[in-house]
């Protein structure tokens, strides 16, 4: 499937999953494709495991700021502008299927668990943050193939 000319990755607080995959996207596949993230809500700053885990992938993402739906319509990208959202909640699913209801968008799921809380001690989380950073590579790669 050819790429996307923009992409908008969402989840519930934009501090886990969508700003891994919107780093292992860009690193992925480079400038081709703008690449953004939010979530349904701005109450967190990213988390320091997903930072951990891309690091070892050569993403990086200590920078990200998270923002929320309407920050990135403040910020000049109209939700109906993206050729694609992957939602990997079913609420950002729901919210974006609302925000962009009657544009021709489309929003896809991918059903990524969130890591959070998962594993007792540093290494059995570790251990859940890769799974998941693997889960949404693997989503990537079986849609627009290979980056290599």
Not at 27 to 55: H, L, R, W
Request: with cysteine; glycine share 8%.
């Amino acid at each position: 499937m050819p790429l996307p000319q923009s992409v908008l990755f969402c989840c519930d607080h934009n501090a886990v999953r969508s700003p891994m995959a919107e780093g292992i996207m860009k690193k992925f596949y480079g400038p081709a494709t703008y690449v953004q993230s939010a979530g349904v809500m701005n109450d967190m700053e990213i988390d320091g495991f997903s930072i951990a885990v891309c690091e070892e992938l050569g993403v990086e993402l200590a920078r990200h700021r998270s923002r929320s739906f309407d920050e990135i319509g403040q910020l000049g990208d109209a939700l109906s502008s993206f050729d694609l959202i992957v939602a990997m909640s079913p609420r950002s699913a729901e919210r974006a299927r609302d925000l962009t209801r009657g544009f021709a968008t489309e929003v896809v799921e991918w059903p990524i668990p969130d890591p959070t809380g998962q594993g007792e001690g540093r290494a059995a989380r570790l251990d859940a943050y890769r799974a998941v950073r693997d889960e949404i590579i693997r989503q990537l790669t079986a849609r627009w193939g290979d980056p290599r």
